[in-house]
């Protein structure tokens, strides 16, 4: 049978009229494929085949390595609701991070088939931007069959239905924790002109994907990372491993793979791993452990455990202050119901959308079942999720599910998981996916957290659980005039402090001065270490009764101010271009200024300036003597007496730093450039010219 054009005659009766509407039976047996395109490096491919019904994915085979010529053997049965609808037979190549080849296409059309009897077809698989390109064919045999009766109808539609809930079911629960140290790799394969590579490491276990760091020019890479992927198959899984080498400004280059059967690894023990790489030279190091999760989970909203007293008292007792001890690493619980969502926006051209939604907690991730066509879907689902980190943050996220197995966003919101006030059905506001405005619509929670104090406590003074997936960043000049407007107002907070302080040694309030001056004087002539701590603790109490509430007001105002600012004068394009023009310049004044002073500490030290390295010697030697047989407390009392009373023995003095000033006065690298005279060529000397002159 041709793949896009007439069927042929093979077993196959156009002129036969088929009844085109009702139920029917389709039985499709995937036999093999015939020179399949070649999609690989090594000039093979690892085909697989997808079936498409009315728009919609109805079968996926399994996927045959590096074969052109893959048999499959592989049975399927569908219900047809009509035969004007064809099936869409697609053939891609498996790639273990990039995205799947395309290796061509077919059509069957159902109504040209005859019914009752099993008829072999071949589908030759065509590309329609590359219409003259052989892809091969695929050999199927289908068998068409009406449905007999209503009860056979019902009984075969709700074994599809039961099976498909299954396979849905299967996909959204995790079986456990698969925790992969990425330890080195060895005598990897040189893929640069310099004999070296930039190797990082891609993993794939199921539709879980991880890509490491780039460890730069070398074939014996420490990378020394460590991460989770989550196990849906209980039977363990296929982790598949790559290696690549980074190339900046073209495609990644392979340099090999490998693959663990995690079916044959023990649980809730480590494993070290030296897999040596295919088709290729070199050695992946791995530590693996497979962790069972008991906590998460996603299920109906009837099934709701911190709901049924008996299992509820069972998690408290688990996290009880008196099991603080035990497994350290399991802070808590989290429980979310996912109810509805209201006013979403409508992302297809039918005015609706077909919203999900996906919770993420860290590295954990579980999903809700899509709603068609609504605007104001209702889930009810419950999710349940382990709590290795009380700081962390819950993000869900609603997306609009498309036809080509992508998706739209449709908003999300971040919620720390210690602002969560137990039991409350709350409303949140939809943002955008930078979280910095609101979008349309809005989504009902209801959060219940349950963990163990001291291990939070624990917890929190221990490196942070690392995000392994996220969106790459994008030079943005909106994000970047933020991030400047932040470090601007940390600086002015640090300028107006020195400048409250600065006005106490100019005496421009005698009353403040005076209070000042004694309070010094005291708290130094006192001064014990403890005082150190202290001093924050009462900065944290005062700010904690006087301060948190109006800080909060001020920040949201700062923001609602900018947004505000943005909105009432939109930007023309060289606007912007001069925007970003005076960003670049802010940042490029700030970058050298802090560069300078660096490079003058270090010119200090290097003798750049002998007589500016012989006076740092002298103020150093006088210093070590002074503290050597003087208190330093003495010294401070004598240094802020001196600054307090300056401005009284002479009050047109001007106010400097004295540091500051020395180091003003060392050359920078640039300016050690500049100052350097070059060799004056021989050829072009005074001297030289008078010697060699005829007279």
């Known amino acids: 049978m041709s793949g896009m054009g007439a069927p042929s005659s093979s077993g196959v009766t156009p002129e036969k009229s088929i009844q085109s509407s009702g139920m029917y039976k389709l039985e499709i047996e995937l036999k093999r494929g015939n020179n399949l395109a070649i999609r690989d490096r090594g000039g093979t491919s690892d085909p697989y085949v997808r079936f498409k019904l009315s728009g919609k994915d109805v079968f996926k085979s399994k996927t045959i390595s590096k074969n052109l010529n893959p048999v499959w053997d592989e049975k399927t049965t569908l219900t047809v609701d009509s035969l004007n609808q064809p099936l869409h037979v697609k053939v891609f190549d498996h790639d273990f991070w990039v995205q799947d080849d395309f290796m061509g296409s077919a059509y069957l059309y159902l109504d040209s088939l005859e019914q009752h009897r099993t008829i072999p077809v071949t589908l030759e698989l065509k590309d329609e931007q590359h219409p003259d390109e052989d892809l091969g064919t695929v050999e199927l045999a289908v068998t068409l069959t009406p449905k007999d009766s209503p009860i ?90 790559s290696v690549w ?59 709701t455990p911190l709901n049924h007293p008996q299992e509820r008292e069972e998690i408290l007792e688990r996290y009880h202050v008196s099991k603080s001890l035990n497994n350290l690493k399991d802070v808590g619980i989290v429980q979310v119901k996912v109810l509805k969502a209201g006013g979403l926006m409508s992302a297809d051209v039918t005015g609706k959308s077909d919203p999900f939604c996906v919770l993420e907690l860290t590295n954990d991730r579980l ?46 919101v971040a919620i720390p998981l210690l602002d969560v006030r137990n039991g409350v059905q709350k409303c949140y506001v939809l943002k955008n996916k930078d979280l910095t405005g609101p979008t349309k619509g809005v989504i009902y929670l209801e959060i219940d957290v349950i963990y163990n104090v001291f291990k939070a406590a624990f917890r929190t003074i221990n490196p942070a659980e690392q995000k392994y997936i996220e969106d790459e960043a994008k030079v943005s000049k909106q994000l970047l005039q933020q991030n400047l407007n932040r470090v601007k107002r940390c600086i002015m907070v640090l300028i107006t402090c020195g400048s409250y302080i600065n006005s ?192």
């Not at 530590?287 to 998460?296: I, K, N, S």
């Open 152 to 241: 056979e109808e019902r009984r075969d539609a709700s074994q599809q239905s039961v099976r498909l809930a299954g396979q849905h079911r299967k996909s959204e629960h995790w079986r456990g924790i698969v925790s992969i140290g990425l330890i080195e790799g060895r005598n990897l394969c040189p893929m640069d002109q310099n004999g070296l590579s930039d190797p990082f490491v891609k993993f794939k276990l199921g539709q879980k994907k991880y890509k490491s760091k780039a460890v730069s020019k070398t074939l014996n890479p420490q990378w020394r990372e460590q991460f989770d992927l989550h196990q849906y198959d209980e039977s363990g899984g296929i982790l598949e491993i």
């Open 245 to 303: 080498d980074k190339d900046i400004g073209r495609k990644d280059e392979f340099m090999g793979r490998c693959q663990v059967d995690l079916s044959t690894l023990a649980k809730d023990c480590t494993h070290h791993l030296d897999l040596p790489l295919e088709e290729s030279q070199g050695f992946v190091v791995l530590l693996v452990r497979l962790t069972a999760l008991p906590h998460v989970s996603i299920a109906d909203l009837c099934a």
């Open 367 to 412: 999903q809700t079942h899509t709603v068609y066509k609504n605007l104001n879907p209702e889930w009810n689902k419950v999710f349940t999720f382990n709590v290795k980190d009380i700081h962390a943050l819950l993000e869900v996220t609603v997306f609009d599910e498309d036809r080509d197995g992508t998706a739209d966003f449709l908003g999300k």
């Open 504 to 695: 106490c040694f100019q005496w421009e309030s005698s009353v403040r001065s005076v209070v000042a001056f004694v309070l010094f004087v005291v708290v130094v002539w006192n001064f014990e270490l403890y005082m150190l701590p202290l001093a924050l603790l009462l900065l944290l109490v005062w700010n904690y009764l006087f301060s948190s509430h109006s800080s909060d007001t001020s920040t949201d105002a700062v923001f609602d101010w900018e947004e505000k600012e943005d909105e009432d004068e939109p930007m023309g394009f060289m606007d912007k271009l001069h925007a970003i023009q005076d960003v670049i310049v802010t940042v490029q004044g700030a970058l050298d200024e802090v560069a300078s002073y660096g490079e003058r500490l270090k010119n200090t030290v290097n003798w750049t300036v002998p007589f500016l390295s012989l006076l740092a010697i002298t103020a150093l030697s006088l210093a070590t003597i002074l503290l050597y047989l003087v208190p330093l407390r003495l010294i401070v009392l004598a240094w802020g007496v001196n600054k307090f009373t300056k401005k009284l023995r002479n009050p047109f003095l001007i106010s400097n730093n004295e540091l500051l000033d020395f180091l003003s006065r060392v050359p920078s690298d640039v300016q050690v450039i500049q100052y350097r005279q070059p060799r004056v060529d021989p050829g072009l000397s005074p001297n030289k010219r008078k010697k060699t002159s005829p007279s």
